[in-house]
């Protein structure tokens, strides 16, 4: 194969072995942007950031960067920042093969096309798949005709073209789906299947997220594992609490307290993990001095972050979460006998789901409505909870909600969670940085001082909430909000 | 993408010298890079190795159908790419002249495929024309090759003073180029301008006879002399540079 393209003109160099690292986020933001991001460790560590039809961009680095800001600021990582955010970078497939490239030039010396060979391509650590070979050839931009030309070369001595790239043909084989886990709230649903199908249809889809998440939580390979985890839980037990007629009491009533103490095994990490993501965001408008004398704050953060994480880790590898979750995945995957099932096990979904948003909206108009500016915070935090609920039920049913109003209702409803929770996590911050004061007796006078203008600036935030949340409710509890409500509703209901 | 001009009121600085190796640095650094090569003389074209051809001229480059991803090439560095020079591009004020708002239409050419590199760095001729004014309308910041001589330091000073009274003006990163550490009067006026002048780099680039075997290797330094000074000097500059733009 390389002899025809030799004797077409190119030049290969010597083959030298390459072993280089498919990275990916949990979620496979970059494939999912058309990108693929390599760790080449032939000679040093190199990252190639390529794609089809995208320019190659790469980069020197010392160490595998695990998260963006690993690596140094610039283009590069501006570019993969704004892809993966907080993201962690995590290997997809490694593989190893000779690698020798082969350069087509023209008269001056100019590269006008170039092949790739990789020989003896195998996946490290699976010694069970087959090795092989594969040759690309790369189009270089203004001279489309000679990797054209050089392609049917390769047909013409028998070679087959592959769609996949050969790092995609090595995940391909090694079983690995590079478009990553992507949770979804909601399984195909139909309005008239028996309550308890559906129902258990959407718990099933939820307990994978539970479990796709669960380690990553436990390592803190990063800060989304243990948020997507908590969504999961949330969702799993706003639905459990909406199948009181529906769920045997025997499963439903263990779950429901099982899930509601890991829930708040998770909280505390969860809040510390808020807290230092935004930490830049509040206190960068303090100015750089404020900044800088709030570092032993954050220290004192991180630590408090670091024994959350502790207990969350000892939590979620506890004989109690193992019991838990074990019980939990057995019922979800044993077929229900009829007998003894509650009343409303048998409902048609629509009627049953239709019958609890509902609840839910009544819910929220109602307690909403009581809320006014002395209201204290923990009940305006309750109608921010059921806000959540309601949200979920939407979501975790949504295959069966008619699209149009529901994206209607939704903004609305975000916006009025938006505003609720800015409130909330201004609320919780005070607290906390109240509570840190004891802590930080031993720390400089400055410190003090930006620990009051920061809980000052919080407490600006808290206010500016409670003062736009009149307007922000009065736009829910609005005709048009209820008519998409309505629409919502209807469609399930009848 | 950020757009960067090396640029100068005066000729024979190493503009296209700079613009060449600090495209491959940028490219070194993680960058995907577009050389535009503005100088009819198309000296970077040329150290590329691309022929030197705009399709239908400067005249339907500037046009409203013209458009910079018909003209893009690959060059030997994979991150890099370039839209070289031709002879038509001696006409670019007068193509420049015919458009409706000339001194917009090169940051208009640069639009479109904005999302596909990370740094477009400009190549331009000497003087101070109507092209020049469409460049700064351009740029992010111009790269300013500054030689230690006295009338280097006054075209500098001619060209702050127009960019004041012409605002919206790009950033001025002047550094100082072709510097013969031997000769004393060269080092006191680098002395005075990283001294005085306001946000000049700190790397100097030597002259080096390596930067004139370009002209034979044609491509940048560091490809063919990559622990020489010369190349360790662009490396260094480049590192001002994007510590300037990406802090």
């Known amino acids: ?494 | 993408m950020k757009v960067l001009a090396s640029y100068s009121i005066k000729g024979g600085v190493g503009k296209t010298t700079t613009a060449v190796n600090l495209a491959q640095q940028a490219a070194a650094s993680g960058s995907r890079v577009l050389l535009w090569d503005l100088d009819p003389q198309g000296a970077a074209t040329f150290f590329v190795r691309v022929k030197p051809s705009v399709k239908g001229g400067a005249d339907r480059l500037v046009s409203t159908t013209g458009s910079l991803a018909a003209n893009i090439h690959a060059t030997n560095d994979p991150a890099v790419h370039i839209v070289p020079a031709d002879f038509s591009l001696r006409h670019l004020d007068l193509a420049l002249d015919d458009t409706k708002h000339p001194t917009r239409r090169l940051a208009a050419l640069l639009e479109p495929i904005a999302d596909r590199y990370d740094v477009a760095l400009l190549d331009c001729a000497p003087g101070i024309t109507l092209t020049s004014e469409a460049v700064f309308g351009a740029a992010d910041a111009l790269i300013v090759p500054t030689i230690p001589t006295t009338l280097s330091e006054r075209t500098l000073d001619q060209l702050t003073s127009f960019l004041s009274e012409h605002p919206p003006a790009p950033m001025v990163l002047p550094f100082v180029s072709m510097f013969d550490r031997r000769k004393r009067l060269q080092r006191d006026i680098v002395e005075h301008l990283m001294a005085d002048v306001v946000g000049f780099l700190p790397t100097a680039i030597p002259n080096a006879s390596v930067i004139e075997q370009m002209n034979i290797h044609r491509s940048p330094i560091a490809d063919f002399a990559p622990k020489s000074p010369a190349a360790m000097a662009y490396q260094h500059l480049w590192a001002d540079i994007a510590a300037r733009i990406w802090s």
């Open chain 1, 1 to 494: 194969m390389v002899g025809s393209l030799t004797e077409s003109g190119f030049v290969f160099d010597q083959p030298r072995t390459l072993t280089t690292t498919l990275v990916d986020t949990f979620d496979g933001r970059l494939h999912r942007a058309g990108l693929r991001l390599e760790l080449r460790t032939s000679a040093g560590i190199e990252l190639v950031l390529s794609g089809d039809d995208v320019v190659p961009a790469h980069l020197s680095v010392d160490v595998v960067p695990r998260v963006v800001t690993d690596l140094a600021p610039g283009p590069f990582r501006s570019r993969i920042a704004s892809l993966i955010d907080i993201r962690a970078l995590l290997p997809q497939v490694r593989v190893r093969m000779e690698r020798s490239v082969g350069l087509l030039r023209d008269g001056s010396g100019k590269t006008v096309a170039i092949a790739e060979l990789y020989e003896h391509v195998h996946i490290v650590d699976r010694p069970d798949i087959d090795r092989f070979t594969t040759i690309e050839i790369h189009e270089v931009p203004g001279y489309a005709k000679q990797a054209r030309r050089a392609r049917r070369v390769l047909q013409g001595v028998g070679l087959e073209e592959c769609e996949l790239h050969t790092l995609a043909q090595c995940a391909a084989a090694a079983d690995v789906d590079l478009a990553g886990f992507k949770a979804t709230a909601t399984v195909p649903l139909e309005a008239d299947m028996a309550a308890l199908d559906g129902i258990r249809a959407v718990l099933v889809n939820l307990e994978v997220a539970i479990s796709a998440n669960w380690q990553g939580a436990i390592d803190e390979t990063d800060t989304k594992f243990l948020h997507d985890l908590r969504i999961a839980l949330r969702r799993t037990r706003t639905v459990l609490a909406a199948s009181k007629s529906v769920i045997p009491a025997e499963v439903l009533d263990p779950a429901r307290e099982g899930l509601a103490w890991l829930a708040r095994a998770t909280g505390a990490a969860r809040d510390l993990d808020v807290y230092l993501l935004e930490w830049k965001g509040y206190t960068d408008p303090l100015g750089v001095g404020a900044a800088v004398s709030l570092e032993p704050v954050r220290d004192v953060l991180v630590q408090h972050c670091a024994d959350a994480h502790h207990e969350l880790g000892h939590a979620l590898r506890s004989e109690r979460a193992t019991a838990l979750m074990t019980e939990w995945r057995r019922w979800l995957g044993e077929p229900v006998g009829s007998d003894g099932l509650p009343p409303r096990a048998d409902d048609p979904l629509g009627k049953a789901v239709a019958r609890r948003i509902d609840r839910a909206h009544r819910r929220l108009i109602d307690q909403g409505r009581l809320i006014g500016p002395d209201t204290p915070a923990d009940d305006v935090h309750d109608l921010r909870k059921d806000a959540k609920k309601l949200r979920y039920l939407i979501e975790c049913f949504s295959s069966m909600l008619p699209g149009r109003p529901r994206k209607r209702y939704v903004k609305q409803l975000k916006a009025l969670q938006t505003n609720l929770g800015e409130h909330q996590d201004a609320e919780v911050h005070i607290s906390l940085l109240r509570s840190l004061t004891p802590a930080l007796v031993s720390a400089d006078a400055n410190a003090m001082v930006a620990v009051g203008e920061l809980i000052q600036r919080l407490e600006q935030t808290r206010v500016a909430a409670r003062a736009e949340f009149a307007e922000r409710f009065a736009d829910y509890d609005s005709p048009t909000t209820q008519r998409s409500f309505d629409a919502l509703i209807e469609a399930i209901a009848t």
